[in-house]
């Protein structure tokens, strides 16, 4: 029978013993379906068998079970529990060496069952109260080794996934700076999931290994952001000149935006309204066309009716979705 198959019938058990443990105790009981008949005499005789129970029928009354199979659940229990904390060890080590993140999880969830059980078995006869108390120690270790594994695994596979994303988000460079501030933040919160995994890990050479590959990753990312930035920088120069309505000197400035990030639709924008008011409208267009291009939702993004130098770039807009 395999682990998983063990594990639901020990569920089971717990289940049956939990109820049984919910129930009124015998004596409890007996009382109550007897108040309407005579009181018993004061002083009645005792027997020998009711002086001396037996160790088993004792410890059942004491934890208010009755008897069947409830008492058998509970030893089948116990039984497991100690059984458990003997083999579990070797079965967690090969679960660490493979990185085995769902293993893992089964048997933290397996070792939190068995040290409740262990726990609850009693100091009386019938039950092995001392071997409880000698594995628990050893299974509560296990249970802080898998924990501190099970988040650290938890962490590595986050960064990676943002790393992923990162690099899915920069392909095809250029990109507009909103993109390059996207993938900086996601390769930053990845560093920051790798820097804090606990160095007592079995994910830790992977950790350290990815760590100085991301963090190289980030300063490529920091460059490009610089150089995304500079480029905003001279296209907002390049708006401030066409509202001084300079429009050569704003030519000036949208160039030197797009020579550093031809990606950005506002700099192709801008050079399209100077060139109109040049007096060069084919210009105009292809610049507009490829503002377009770059990002569709440029479509009406920029035209307003009181602004007779945008009347070329709407005149194209109408021509072009007809």
């Given at each position: 029978?395999?682990?998983?198959?063990?594990?639901?019938?020990?569920?089971?058990?717990?289940?049956?013993?939990?109820?049984?443990?919910?129930?009124?105790?015998?004596?409890?009981?007996?009382?109550?379906?007897?108040?309407?008949?005579?009181?018993?005499?004061?002083?009645?005789?005792?027997?020998?068998?009711?002086?001396?129970?037996?160790?088993?029928?004792?410890?059942?009354?004491?934890?208010?079970?009755?008897?069947?199979?409830?008492?058998?659940?509970?030893?089948?229990?116990?039984?497991?529990?100690?059984?458990?904390?003997?083999?579990?060890?070797?079965?967690?080590?090969?679960?660490?060496?493979?990185?085995?993140?769902?293993?893992?999880?089964?048997?933290?969830?397996?070792?939190?069952?068995?040290?409740?059980?262990?726990?609850?078995i009693p100091n009386l006869p019938g039950f092995n109260y001392q071997q409880a108390q000698a594995n628990l120690p050893q299974l509560r270790s296990l249970q802080t080794t898998v924990e501190l594994n099970l988040t650290a695994t938890e962490r590595l596979k986050?960064?990676?996934?943002?790393?992923?994303?990162?690099?899915?988000?920069?392909?095809?460079?250029?990109?507009?700076?909103?993109?390059?501030?996207?993938?900086?933040?996601?390769?930053?919160?990845?560093?920051?999931?790798?820097?804090?995994?606990?160095?007592?890990?079995?994910?830790?050479?992977?950790?350290?290994?990815?760590?100085?590959?991301?963090?190289?990753?980030?300063?490529?990312?920091?460059?490009?952001?610089?150089?995304?930035?500079?480029?905003?920088?001279?296209?907002?120069?390049?708006?401030?000149?066409?509202?001084?309505?300079?429009?050569?000197?704003?030519?000036?400035?949208?160039?030197?935006?797009?020579?550093?990030?031809?990606?950005?639709?506002?700099?192709?924008?801008?050079?399209?309204?100077?060139?109109?008011?040049?007096?060069?409208?084919?210009?105009?267009?292809?610049?507009?066309?490829?503002?377009?291009?770059?990002?569709?939702?440029?479509?009406?993004?920029?035209?307003?009716?009181?602004?007779?130098?945008?009347?070329?770039?709407?005149?194209?807009?109408?021509?072009?979705?007809?």
């Open positions: 029978m395999g682990q998983q198959g063990k594990d639901f019938e020990i569920e089971l058990e717990l289940e049956q013993l939990r109820q049984a443990m919910a129930a009124p105790p015998a004596e409890e009981s007996a009382h109550t379906e007897t108040d309407d008949r005579p009181k018993a005499s004061p002083n009645p005789v005792a027997s020998p068998s009711s002086l001396k129970p037996k160790p088993l029928i004792a410890v059942i009354a004491l934890l208010g079970l009755t008897v069947g199979g409830s008492a058998i659940a509970a030893l089948q229990v116990q039984q497991w529990a100690l059984t458990t904390s003997t083999t579990i060890g070797t079965q967690i080590e090969s679960a660490q060496k493979t990185v085995d993140i769902d293993r893992l999880k089964q048997h933290r969830k397996t070792l939190k069952t068995a040290i409740v059980v262990l726990e609850k986050r960064a990676e996934t943002l790393a992923m994303e990162a690099a899915v988000l920069v392909q095809n460079p250029p990109h507009p700076l909103q993109v390059w501030a996207k993938a900086q933040e996601k390769w930053q919160e990845a560093i920051a999931q790798l820097e804090s995994i606990s160095p007592d890990t079995i994910v830790i050479s992977t950790a350290e290994q990815k760590l100085s590959s991301y963090q190289t990753n980030l300063t490529t990312i920091n460059q490009q952001m610089a150089t995304a930035q500079k480029s905003v920088d001279f296209n907002n120069r390049g708006a401030a000149e066409i509202s001084k309505r300079d429009y050569r000197r704003a030519l000036q400035y949208f160039n030197q935006a797009i020579a550093l990030n031809a990606s950005q639709p506002e700099a192709y924008i801008g050079q399209g309204i100077a060139y109109s008011e040049l007096g060069n409208n084919l210009q105009a267009i292809q610049h507009y066309d490829k503002a377009i291009q770059l990002n569709s939702n440029f479509a009406e993004a920029y035209y307003n009716p009181g602004q007779p130098h945008l009347i070329w770039y709407k005149l194209y807009l109408t021509k072009r979705q007809s």
